[in-house]
């Protein structure tokens, strides 16, 4: 018959397990037993629930594994009793293993502790355990009432903030930290851990239920506030590095010589602005930048220097001295021009900045610099004698 390994804690200190227990019943109704039973006065576990219920509150159930059988019920239950103690939690259990009676000394506990240790270096004692617990978290049944027990577990807000403290403050204690790493080392250095892990990481991976939780998850993640600041200044405090900033460059350089690379991601970057719901997202943030003051101020500023016209003037001469560019340009605009929406378009703009006195003086005054009319004047001469070489001459 199925039954349940547990342990009671304080709601308040869910991570300091006083008692290891075992039972066929459920959970739920063998708490309710905890509580109802008269029990003795002078019993470590009574003591301590009564302390509890003064104080307004009541031991917390925690499942902690799955049996099918009494024998496999009980070795867990005596093999997690053990492993509390040896991790320095204060157990009320009344002996040494939970389901029997004995006294509780520190020769009981070396014995029981040796008891097992010998018992669970037996390979195929192991293998048993191991075999049981396996088939019992394949089985749906098991699964699902898992699940909803740590949903149920989770949904208190109280006792996520408590256990999320608790391992915080768990995690500051030296020894503890040094230990649970050097935990952590041992079991990723053993290539069956690896390959166990890697498995059941793809397995899970793998299931279309947990995608969608996890990309859910991730989305409301990302549109926290708090979370995107957080992750901005991150990573503009690495992109300053001075190592970050030569790796990051010898990789563009690396990519830009790989034949092809360049094509492919102007063609995948073409493709992208094409699709209408990123042209929506582009405008909508262009336009929210823009609509920012202090940014318009900025961008304004950065554009009337000097440097930057220069700048701007020396590449566009560069990339308008090829031919095919310029002949595909020239092909762009007037197809674009051509089309009724655009001409009505460029009207209406030019009638509304036309409509604005202070743009109407502006243009003014810039057309009537002589440096304007001289560039005009030249540009006109040029185009003449461009259309006179052009022009047959007399037969």
């Known amino acids: 018959m199925i039954g349940h390994v547990y342990y009671l804690c304080d709601p308040l200190y869910p991570w300091h397990i006083r008692y ?3 039972t066929r019943r459920k959970l739920r109704a063998r708490l309710l037993q905890h509580l109802r039973e008269p029990g003795r006065t002078h019993c470590h576990k009574k003591r301590w629930s009564s302390k509890l219920h003064r104080d307004g509150r009541a031991p917390a159930i925690v499942p902690v594994m799955v049996a099918f059988t009494d024998a496999d019920r009980f070795a867990l239950e005596a093999l997690f009793a053990m492993f509390a103690r040896e991790d320095g939690h204060r157990l009320v259990n009344g002996s040494m293993t939970g389901h029997r009676s004995g006294p509780k000394t520190p020769e009981a506990t070396a014995k029981q502790s040796a008891s097992m240790r010998a018992k669970w270096s037996q390979s195929g004692y192991r293998n048993k355990v191991s075999t049981a617990l396996k088939t019992a978290h394949q089985c749906p049944e098991v699964k699902a009432r898992k699940s909803a027990a740590a949903m149920e577990r989770w949904s208190d807000g109280g006792l996520k903030q408590a256990i999320q403290s608790g391992n915080r403050a768990a995690w500051q204690d030296p020894v503890r930290r ?20 890697s498995e059941a990481g793809r397995a899970v991976a793998a299931d279309p239920v947990v995608q969608a939780k996890r990309l859910a998850s991730v989305k409301a993640t990302n549109k926290l506030p708090e979370v995107k600041a957080r992750r901005s200044a991150a990573c503009r405090a690495v992109s300053k590095r001075p190592e970050v900033k030569a790796k990051r460059s010898a990789s563009q350089r690396a990519a830009l010589a790989r034949p092809g690379y360049l ?11 094409q699709r209408p719901e990123v042209k929506a997202k582009r405008s ?20 009337r220097t000097s440097e930057f016209r220069a700048k701007a003037s020396a590449k566009q ?58 560039r005009r004047s030249a540009a006109q001469k040029a185009e003449q004698a461009r259309r006179k070489a052009k022009a047959p001459g007399p037969e």
Not at 186 to 193: G, H, I, L, Q, V
Not at 263 to 273: E, H, L, P, T
């Open 263 to 273: 094509d492919r991601r102007n063609a995948a970057i073409k493709a992208a602005y």
């Open 20 to 22: 290891v227990g075992e």
């Open 317 to 374: 001469k560069a990339v308008a001295a090829d031919p095919e560019y310029r002949a595909r340009q020239s092909a762009a605009v007037k197809a674009a021009h051509a089309r009724p929406e655009v001409k009505a378009k460029q009207s209406a703009a030019a009638k509304a900045m036309w409509a604005d006195p202070e743009y109407r003086a502006r243009m003014s005054a810039a057309v009537a610099r002589p440096e304007a009319k001289a």
């Open 178 to 197: 040094a230990r649970r790493i050097a935990a952590i080392k041992k079991a990723n250095a053993d290539p069956k851990t690896k390959v166990r892990r």
């Open 284 to 303: 909508a943030i262009m336009k929210a930048m823009w609509a920012d003051p202090e940014f318009h101020a900025k961008r304004c500023a950065a554009l």
